[in-house]
């Protein structure tokens, strides 16, 4: 069973600053690639930002240069920190995962329970 447990998140004033971090756990052969999906009331789930297992990132667009993801290869972790936070990336945030459970190498989409990012003053 693989689990991706999520923490960090709340209130922030615009301007400030937030770090997520996201846990891969459970049975898992290999991680293909891990990030953040965002989604706002009334809007649909955007990519945030992911990284794969070559080091490799995207971004999206709103969010270039003003967030940072990492990853911790040994702790199947993934940080996102955002800075220079605005009103509109309130919304919540769910971690995924692509990745292999088992040594066949089969991939699937794996995503956690989601976490509130407030961004207003």
């Known amino acids: 069973q693989v689990q991706l447990l999520e923490s960090g998140g709340g209130l922030v004033q615009p301007g400030g600053s937030l770090r997520l971090s996201c846990r891969a756990s459970?049975?898992?052969?290999?991680?293909?690639?891990m990030g953040w999906y965002r989604q706002a009331p009334g809007k649909q789930r955007e990519l945030v930002a992911r990284?794969?297992?070559?080091?490799?990132?995207n971004y999206g667009p709103s969010v270039m240069g003003r967030f940072t993801l990492s990853k911790d290869d040994t702790r199947n972790t993934t940080f996102l920190e955002m800075n220079n936070l605005k009103p509109a990336d309130t919304a919540v945030y769910y971690c995924h995962a692509d990745l292999a459970p088992g040594s066949l190498g089969m991939r699937y989409d794996f995503w956690g329970q989601g976490t509130q990012v407030t961004v207003s003053s």
């Open positions: 990284v794969f297992s070559d080091g490799g990132t």
């Open positions: 459970g049975r898992i052969y290999s991680i293909n690639a």
